[in-house]
RNA sequence: UGGGAGGUCGUCCAACGGUAGGACCGCAGACUCUGGAUCUGCUUAUCGGGGUUCGAAUCCCUGCCUCCCAGCCA
């Protein structure tokens, strides 16, 4: 399942609760070759997952195939369907065109009893794959192509995967569908747009049968998000030709990938539910949209960590050696409920290296030469001198700290500009920090004619040198926390105790990113 | 020269025929031991043309544009 299947599985299910009704989940397997156990069992891995509830109502198609097949010979008895001979290709030329009508087959006015005969023939197994078809009787003049005497059984020599081979006709999804419906006594049937076209189907079946529930179809719009694409066939695509490592691959917009990823079921319902349910036409979202549910989930729910993903040395040049002090941080600013927790602090530290600069430019107030920052939740420090190698790049700083500003605050009331984080060298954990980006350069990647022409070839940017605050090493895969003004980020199943490797969900909104964004810019 | 469905801020979603509103994004400011979070303010829209009406996004006519349909797929 993607985001897009998710939005129609949520729709579903939130109107079926805001009416106080139920919503089932039914596999319409009416087509063998289609079918899999892996993939029924990965739709509903991803639909409970995704936190809704069917309870014991899990219904298959395949389960009706006798009574549509009785129903099948009812359309036969009232002279409403027909055993046709006609071979596909034929098929396709008498259906006409979009512009022209179609004309009858002539096996069309078949009498009864031979219908009868042949369609128990084709059950029995007596034809070939293609050699014969039932179908409706209903009008090969109709504007709509679906009322174009519609296929009803066709023959499929070929096991299903749950009726085993007790069949080798096997019904139409159009056909399959309403009966289906009315069969459990549904009164709202949604589905996508596409299927406007062949509501007049729908409604002909429950109409031109004996069943006892008259179930509604009503159509809602797809949902694809900007800088993705949502087919299944390009998706297939992506991970076929490696341009990305797989469907559960965090770049992907499969609800895998984005499990994976880090984002929360919590954060999926509520874009699915932002995104309301007016539309008849299919739309486009702004994946914005979708990256402020998760910072807005996490936000609140994700415990605080320092992480250096670039890391920076820096000596404390008046901090004894040897030794080491734990300090107390906060877990989640927004939740005091999620307590505190204590981190060394040392001699020699990990800065990030995007936090300092030896010239800063004008609105920049992190560490730079002479200027005093505050680490968080420690002590405020003093760059006094920079380090470099023979080429010139920096390699170390040389700071003083302030003992008096234990725990973040100084008794004489300054407060510098800038708060950072860090990490003590000699207890940090090394790890794998995977930093993703949009997958695309383009909004709409579907507008190309080939659209892995604007596959962004930045969307993994692998950091290995990354060093994080000690208490992280009993995270397991799933877990996901926030380095503090960095984003979000999640434990990866590729993650062992020996090396943790995390994934970025999402940045946190960077202000400073903007202003250095503009002013680079004209 | 077929049938069906649509066109409201940049993007989504609203608005009994009665002040076009919300969310996201963007911009500006306040606050802050995360340049985070939060709070405040601001910018921007009814596809075009005719009608009906005291009054139209809404009703009528007309034009334009977009999407879907010719599987024995779903």
């Known amino acids: 399942m993607h985001i897009g299947h998710a939005k129609a599985m949520s729709l579903n299910f939130f109107i079926a609760a805001e009416n106080n009704g139920l919503c089932n989940l039914r596999f319409d397997d009416t087509n063998p070759a289609k079918e899999t156990v892996e993939f029924e069992q990965s739709i509903m891995e991803d639909v409970r997952w995704l936190g809704f509830d069917w309870q014991d109502r899990l219904f298959y198609a395949s389960d009706y195939f006798e009574k549509l097949y009785e129903y099948a010979v009812q359309l036969i008895r009232d002279g409403k369907a027909y055993v046709d001979d006609l071979s596909p290709d034929q098929i396709r030329e008498y259906r006409g065109t979009l512009t022209e009508p179609g004309k009858n087959s002539p096996f069309r006015n078949r009498p009864v009893e031979e219908n009868l005969d042949l369609f128990a023939r084709m059950r029995a197994g007596e034809f070939e794959e293609g050699q014969r078809i039932l179908r409706a009787k209903i009008d090969m003049s109709s504007g709509n192509i679906n009322m174009r005497d519609p296929a009803l059984f066709r023959i499929k020599k070929e096991a299903h995967y749950r009726a085993g081979d007790k069949w080798c006709i096997y019904p139409m999804y159009d056909f399959a569908h309403p009966i289906s419906d009315a069969l459990e006594g549904i009164t709202h049937s949604l589905c996508s747009l596409e299927y406007e076209d062949h509501r007049p189907l729908y409604d002909w079946f429950l109409e031109n049968l004996p069943v006892s529930c008259r179930p509604v179809q009503i159509e809602f719009a797809r949902l694809s998000l900007s800088y993705t694409v949502m087919s299944k066939r390009k998706l297939l695509t992506l991970v076929r030709d490696g341009h990305v490592r797989g469907w559960d691959d965090p770049r992907m917009p499969t ?214 605050e000690p208490h992280l090493g009993s995270a397991k895969p799933g877990d996901r926390c926030q380095f503090e003004r960095i984003g979000y980020f999640c434990v990866d199943p590729d993650s062992t105790p020996g090396k943790l490797v995390f994934n970025r969900t999402v940045t946190l909104r960077d202000t400073w990113a903007k202003i250095e964004n503009k002013n680079a810019r004209p």
Not at 259 to 267: S, V
Not at 429 to 445: G, H, M, Q, S, T
């Open 255 to 468: 609800l895998s990938g984005y499990r994976r990823r880090g984002y929360t079921p919590e954060a999926i319902r509520s874009f699915c539910q932002m995104v309301g349910v007016g539309a008849k036409r299919n739309v486009v979202l702004d994946v914005a949209m979708l990256e402020h549910a998760i910072r807005d989930d996490l936000n609140k729910h994700a415990p605080r960590a320092m992480g250096v993903l670039r890391p920076l040395r820096v000596v404390i040049d008046n901090y004894p050696e040897g030794q080491s002090e734990e300090l107390d941080a906060v877990n989640n600013p927004e939740d005091p409920a999620m307590g505190t927790r204590k981190v060394p602090f040392s001699r020699v530290l990990y800065l990030e290296r995007d936090d300092f600069r030896e010239d800063p430019p004008k609105q920049f107030f992190r560490l730079a030469p002479g200027r005093e920052v505050r680490l968080r939740y420690a002590y405020f420090i003093k760059c006094k001198d920079v380090i470099k190698d023979d080429s010139g790049n920096i390699v170390e700083l040389r700071c003083t700290y302030d003992p008096a500003t234990r725990g973040g605050d100084s008794p004489d009331g300054r407060s510098p500009k800038s708060t950072l984080h860090w990490v003590s060298a000699a207890h940090a954990l090394p790890a794998e920090i995977r930093l993703y980006d949009r997958l695309f350069n383009k909004e709409r990647p579907d507008d190309d004619e080939d659209f892995t022409t604007s596959l962004n070839p930045q969307s993994l940017d692998v950091v290995n040198d990354s060093w994080l």
